[in-house]
């Protein structure tokens, strides 16, 4: 069973950062952040192939947020900058191997069968 863990949430005033990490238990997997607002729905925020060689944040988000894995390919990190309150939500780490890396296909979270817990990020003064 593959196992994605999540970390590196907690609270951060406006204009503040924060890197988010996840761990998965497979590192031939794709990996994509996911957030999820109270009463909203899922939202894409951020996807990287296997080997790190593709990587795509949200258009909205890619002036602020990074998407990265380390050499091993078995961790990947979501780099925050300049968050806003409106970036409060619960941020989701969820893997899968990907056939291929078009925006269709990474932005669909039905395409992902293993997800962490989640990890609260919350910005606020």
């Known amino acids: 069973q593959v196992q994605v863990v999540e970390s590196g949430g907690g609270l951060v005033q406006p204009g503040g950062s924060l890197r988010l990490s996840c761990a998965a238990s497979?590192?031939?997997?794709?990996m994509a952040w996911f957030r999820q607002a109270p009463g909203k729905e899922h939202e894409f925020v951020a996807a990287?192939?296997?080997?790190?060689?593709?990587?795509y944040v949200e258009w909205s988000l890619k002036d602020r947020f990074t998407i990265s894995r380390d050499n091993a390919a078995t961790t990947g990190y979501l780099q925050m900058n300049n968050l806003k309150p409106e970036d409060t939500a619960v941020y989701y780490c969820?893997?899968?191997?990907?056939?291929?890396?078009?925006?269709?296909?990474?932005?669909?979270?039905?395409?992902?069968?293993?997800w962490g817990q989640g990890t609260q990020v919350t910005v606020s003064s």
């Open positions: 969820a893997a899968d191997r990907l056939s291929d890396f078009t925006i269709e296909r990474i932005t669909n979270r039905f395409n992902y069968r293993y």
């Open positions: 497979d590192s031939r997997f794709g």
């Open positions: 990287i192939s296997w080997s790190g060689g593709n990587g």
